[in-house]
């Protein structure tokens, strides 16, 4: 197995992550790292499919949300009934956004 390039640090708050071009939920966050991320979706996702997502706190004034362009690695089904794991992989993001994305790691749930 392929040695991962970034540690994950998973994600203890609740955080929603947007297709920003649909404007429809894709999951909830579950880990984080400065090249990737990990969701828990209700659907699959298709694999090498390319989004603007927006990340997003479920309690307000957590932190302002932010934007990255991401890439679909792999799905699989999750452990409840309809759920889905999804892998995917920054593919845009500033220096700012990526600090950001791994800074949700140290976030402690409500």
């Not at 994600?11 to 649909?22: L, Q």
């Not at 699989?76 to 920054?90: I, K």
């Amino acid at each position: 197995m392929k040695a991962r390039a970034h540690k994950r640090t998973p994600v203890h708050a609740t955080i929603y992550v947007w297709d920003e071009i649909e404007e429809t939920l894709l999951g909830q966050l579950c880990n984080v790292s400065p090249g990737g991320l990990l969701l828990l979706t209700e659907q699959t996702l298709p694999i090498d499919a390319v989004f603007q997502i927006r990340i997003q706190p479920a309690a307000t004034n957590s932190f302002e949300p932010f934007s990255l362009g991401i890439e679909t690695l792999w799905t699989e089904p999750g452990n409840q009934g309809a759920s889905f794991w999804v892998g995917m992989r920054v593919i845009d993001a500033s220096e700012e956004g990526r600090r950001r994305l791994v800074a949700l790691g140290a976030m402690q749930a409500p």
